[in-house]
């Protein structure tokens, strides 16, 4: 996705040369103008041989030999979200975003692991509700219609503990000699409770 102009030239026409293409098909974004110019800015990677005839006032024409133009990739920037932490058993989304892809772009987990209840969604959004807790190191890809890539920076993710509310009996008179059983309860923990 960066300019391109460069330009092709011809020797032993009489009068005016125009250029056209012999042979090949040019990127999408380039064209050929009857100057010679190949310019304009490519949205295709890959390699593109062709050929160029030169044409003159007299109809007399030259086609040059093979010319192979090759189009790498452009940067893609994956910029991480600014809020770093969440709570289990709370709803979490954050969006990872890009810029430079051509195309759709597709996020993807490119290391580390994601703590259990979250996921990431193609277009970029890290959603769910954490059922667990620790620091989450990542770093996250994003590839364009072209199949280029970057990646961005590790993204720490830290989930901390959720509240958990512990209730009392209502019962809490008892009798000497006589069993006694009350249960306490809780509500927020996940999983098993101790």
């Known amino acids: 996705a960066s300019p391109f ?3 092709f030239t011809q020797s032993g026409s009489i ?3 125009t250029f056209s293409l012999a042979s090949g098909t040019l990127p999408a974004g380039l064209t050929l103008a009857g100057n010679g110019t190949l310019s304009g800015t490519p949205l295709q990677t890959g390699s593109f041989p062709i050929t160029v005839r030169a044409t003159d006032s007299n109809g007399c024409s030259g086609t040059g030999p093979t010319f192979t133009l090759v189009i790498g990739c452009q940067t893609i920037t994956v910029t991480n979200p ?7 058993s709370s709803a979490f989304s954050q969006a990872f975003t890009q810029s430079g ?8 987990l490119a290391s580390g692991t994601l703590p259990a209840g979250l996921t990431l969604a193609a277009n970029g959004t890290l959603s769910g509700t954490p059922t667990q807790t ?3 190191p990542i770093t996250v ?7 280029c890539s970057g990646t961005g920076a590790t993204y720490t993710l830290t989930v901390g503990c959720q509240t958990i509310t512990i209730t009392n009996p209502a019962n809490s008179n008892g009798t000497v000699s006589t069993p006694f059983s009350e249960a306490f309860t809780q509500s927020g923990a996940i999983g098993t409770t101790t």
């Open 15 to 17: 009068g005016t040369a």
């Open 141 to 147: 890809t994003a590839t364009d219609s072209n199949g």
């Open 82 to 88: 600014a809020t770093t932490t969440g709570t289990a």
């Open 5 to 7: 102009s460069q330009t």
């Open 134 to 136: 620790g620091s989450f």
């Open 101 to 108: 892809a051509i195309g759709t772009a597709t996020f993807t």
